[in-house]
């Protein structure tokens, strides 16, 4: 009796797998990251008893903007397609007489009876699709319960503290890479993979990697105050810091950052106004300037003593003198610093001819005309204009542009090339 069930079992799948299906997805909500595709049955439709986890050869599966399907078969990932249209099924395992040639799909409809009855007559094979949402997934609220270190640096002032932050905001991400997503974190779900099931532990991390992006905007010698005016920066800086956990692990990546709050407490940024007033008295002429509104204030107080204004002019006349400098001392050794960095920067301007030994300071020769060669290595500063040769700009901190050297990907194998022909499988530069 058991043989008999199991032969009229796999008789009746395999016709009712005859018939070839058409999976299509709906817009995928906010808050789902992957679904498990369905199979289309409107009123008229015959295939109402095909196995739920077969899909018959030739079947179409529609992909939608964004949208991305995998096929899985046993367990196994077989195709990816996210481009929007229509995609046919054709790999042949599970024949269909309604695709190529009939009697072939007949032989192979026995084959799959016999097959079947080997299993009891079940299928003994599971394949599913899989839809994942390539939408960005917004509103994602973080925000530090901790202040978050940060090291502000102005190497012009010489200026180097740290300071504690905390900000509150939101950020935005996307799936890159939903062969990893599907691997290492969703599997194959019988139904549906929430965000929810993954918000808290993307929450955390995302917390934690702001430390060391913000390092890299230390680096840059940004202010905390200015972090809401760079978020490209920051942006960069997270998905550098999450780059093993996020994009090389789960396929992620951080796509936008809103910060609606950034705070100091109150005595960081108090020693952070105190430590620039301070140094703007490096300068020799802001130093004889803060001295003559001093005297001014004191003219004015001298002459409202109540002891009369003599004796007002005398005490100010004291303090004066015990200071030991008064403001000409100080405008004077600003000229000299000035003549100083003048003399400086036209012997940095200036560079020796290579045709007639003159020693110039323009871009041209004046005795013979040859070009100021151009220094190896600089570049720039597509912002400021300002020519550098390390890696920011250190006029502006803005990131030296990345190079193009002219090489291009073969879309055949994807090798890296520079020359005309790809040198893997000779294919021609477009």
């Not at 030739?58 to 996210?82: N, P």
């Not at 481009?83 to 042949?92: A, S």
């Not at 026995?110 to 997934?137: A, C, P, S």
């Amino acid at each position: 009796m058991g043989l008999i069930k199991a032969t009229v079992g796999a008789v009746g799948g395999t016709l009712a797998d005859q018939w070839k299906e058409f999976f299509y997805c709906e817009s995928l909500d906010k808050t789902v990251l992957m679904t498990k595709g369905i199979k289309q049955m409107g009123k008229r439709t015959s295939n109402t008893k095909g196995n739920d986890n077969i899909i018959s050869n030739g079947s179409g599966i529609a992909v939608a903007d964004g949208q991305c399907m995998i096929i899985v078969e046993q367990g196994k990932i077989m195709d990816i397609c996210s481009e929007p249209g229509q995609y046919t099924y054709d790999k042949g395992s599970e024949p269909s007489v309604f695709t190529g040639n009939l009697f072939s799909g007949v032989a192979g409809m026995f084959k799959t009876m016999w097959k079947r009855i080997g299993y009891g007559g079940d299928t003994g094979k599971d394949q599913r699709v899989y839809y994942f949402n390539m939408k960005e997934l917004i509103d994602n609220k973080f925000g530090t319960s901790n202040p978050v270190p940060f090291r502000v640096v102005d190497s012009k002032i010489g200026l180097d503290v740290d300071v504690s932050v905390r900000c509150f905001g939101t950020f935005s991400y996307k799936i890159t890479n939903p062969i990893l997503f599907y691997q290492n974190v969703a599997g194959n779900v019988s139904d549906t993979y929430r965000r929810d099931e993954l918000d808290t532990q993307l929450k955390s991390e995302f917390i934690s990697a702001l430390q060391p992006a913000f390092g890299k905007l230390s680096e840059m010698e940004m202010r905390p105050n200015q972090i809401v005016a760079h978020t490209t920066e920051l942006e960069n800086a997270m998905n550098d810091a999450l780059d093993e956990k996020w994009r090389e692990t789960r396929g992620l990546e951080v796509v936008s950052i809103a910060i609606a709050s950034l705070t100091l407490p109150k005595e960081d940024e108090d020693m952070i106004k105190n430590l620039q007033r301070q140094a703007v008295y490096r300068n020799a002429g802001m130093a004889g300037a803060t001295l003559v509104e001093a005297q001014a204030e004191a003219m004015k107080k001298a002459a409202g003593n109540e002891n009369g204004a003599m004796m007002g002019f005398m005490g100010m006349n004291m303090a004066s003198q015990a200071g030991g400098m008064n403001a000409n001392n100080f405008y004077q050794m600003q000229a000299q610093q000035d003549a100083a960095a003048a003399t400086q920067q036209k012997a940095a301007n200036s560079w020796k001819c290579p045709t007639c030994g003159a020693t110039v300071t323009g871009k041209f020769c004046p005795e013979c005309g040859t070009k100021k060669p151009e220094a190896a290595g600089t570049w720039k500063c597509p912002n400021c204009g300002k020519e550098n040769t390390g890696k920011f700009c250190q006029e502006c901190g803005t990131k030296k542009p990345e190079q193009d050297d002219g090489a291009w990907f073969c879309p055949e194998c994807g090798t890296k090339n520079t020359g005309k022909f790809c040198a893997n499988c000779g294919h021609k530069k477009d």
